[in-house]
């Protein structure tokens, strides 16, 4: 039976749960998700996981920090202080926003405390620090 291997196109379905938590996502009942193997497009712990599955065949895998979203970096988190920020932005936490670096690059933070003076705003990747257990799926090889 033909196996996955670096450089296949695959479609998979996963379950994600973070820290033994409820799901925190599914895409059992979606369209399945296609990438190829070792070129970035997905985690490279999922992506290395894939490799050497059949089509039909499913694993479960913990995938630590270094290999998903990297560890949770403490410089990518900023406080801003109200006055910065436009009198009708109402910020809550949790919400999230796009913003643009100095090089009029894109990012995106979370806004993960708030006083009367302050914001504070994570621009870590959600998932960053944290240890992902998949539930993968190989549906077909490309």
Do not use: W
Request: one cysteine or more; glycine letters at 6%.
């Amino acid at each position: 039976m033909t196996k996955a291997k670096e450089g296949d196109r695959v479609k998979v379905k996963y379950t994600l749960t973070v820290d033994n938590k409820p799901v925190a996502e599914n895409t059992k009942d979606m369209e399945p998700i296609e990438f190829k193997i070792n070129t970035g497009e997905a985690i490279s712990g999922f992506e290395q996981t894939v490799i050497g599955m059949s089509p039909g065949e499913t694993k479960s895998v913990e995938i630590p920090p270094e290999k998903a979203y990297g560890e949770h970096c403490d410089e990518l988190v900023m406080k801003v202080n109200r006055k910065d920020l436009p009198e009708d932005l109402n910020l809550q936490v949790g919400q999230q926003l796009r913003l643009e670096s100095e090089k009029h690059e894109p990012f995106m933070v979370t806004v993960t405390g708030a006083s009367e003076s302050e914001v504070i705003m994570d621009a870590n990747h959600p998932l960053a620090g944290k240890k992902l257990n998949f539930d993968i799926e190989l549906l077909e090889i490309l």
